[in-house]
């Protein structure tokens, strides 16, 4: 088999899940490609590229919550609906991080956008302004 892009397989993949393909016989034949192709390092890559077009053809935007602590079902309701309208898909899967580091606050990252409102980064711009 000829080398094949890594964004070919996941349009193709995320074709096939869109039509109702069982998503381990997807995930099977998405590894047969990439080993195949000698990509066999390409795999997370190959998720995100996945995601990438769900999210862009408005279906499902995953998204990657980092905040200091847990939050509440309320808030996490919350934020899916908003990120559900911003990156103007039918829905959202959320993916809830604990990082203390970041002090307060949330970071929301999906494939196609990034919202950061955590203490960290107001302090990192807050030193970067002076």
Partial sequence: MSKISRRALAR??????LAGKPAGEVAKYLAAALASSAMD?????LLGDISWELENQGQLAVG??????S???????????????AAKTKAVLLEERIDKSV???VRIETSGQVWDS????KLTNLREAF
């Fill in 64 to 69: 990657h919550i980092v905040s200091a602590r």
């Fill in 41 to 45: 390092d390409q795999v997370d890559f």
């Fill in 118 to 121: 955590t203490v960290s980064r």
């Fill in 71 to 85: 939050l509440s079902a309320q808030l996490q309701e919350a934020i899916r609906s908003e990120v559900k309208l």
């Fill in 103 to 105: 002090i307060g606050g």
């Fill in 12 to 17: 193709y993949g995320a074709q096939q899940l």
